[in-house]
Nanobody, 115 residues
Framework: QVQLVESGGGLVQPGGSLRLSCAGS????????IDWYRQAPGKEREFVAG???????NYADSVKGRFTISRDNAKNQVYLQMNSLKSEDTAVYYC?????????WGQGTQVTVSS
């Protein structure tokens, strides 16, 4: 059974940091590109960051220089280190695993940036 489970969300003040984790099981994790997306209330889901099997990374312009994505294939985990958080980063964050035309989604974790 394929599972993607996000964790690490919560409430943080502007300027603060959080680290999200995405744990995968039920598929060959190391082969898959893992992406983070987010969806704020009333907005469409948007791409945040991605890391390929070969560890090439890419980021949305809105998070470049603040967020860092990494992976540990031995643990079947991907991480999203989020620094200098802003109120506009408030959203539900989802991880997604994709390979060829296959894509899996997690259930999401809430990140709220507020004073």
């Amino acid at each position: 059974q394929v599972q993607l489970v996000e964790s690490g969300g919560g409430l943080v003040q502007p300027g603060g940091s959080l680290r999200l984790s995405c744990a995968g099981s039920g598929f060959t994790f190391s082969r898959y590109t893992i992406d983070w997306y987010r969806q704020a209330p009333g907005k469409e889901r948007e791409f945040v960051a991605g890391i390929m099997a070969g560890r090439f990374t890419n980021y949305a312009d809105s998070v470049k220089g603040r967020f860092t994505i990494s992976r540990d294939n031995a643990k079947n985990q991907v991480y999203l280190q989020m620094n200098s958080l802003k109120s506009e980063d408030t959203a539900v964050y989802y991880c997604s695993a994709r390979w060829s035309d296959v894509r899996y989604w997690g259930q999401g974790t809430q990140v709220t940036v507020s004073s």
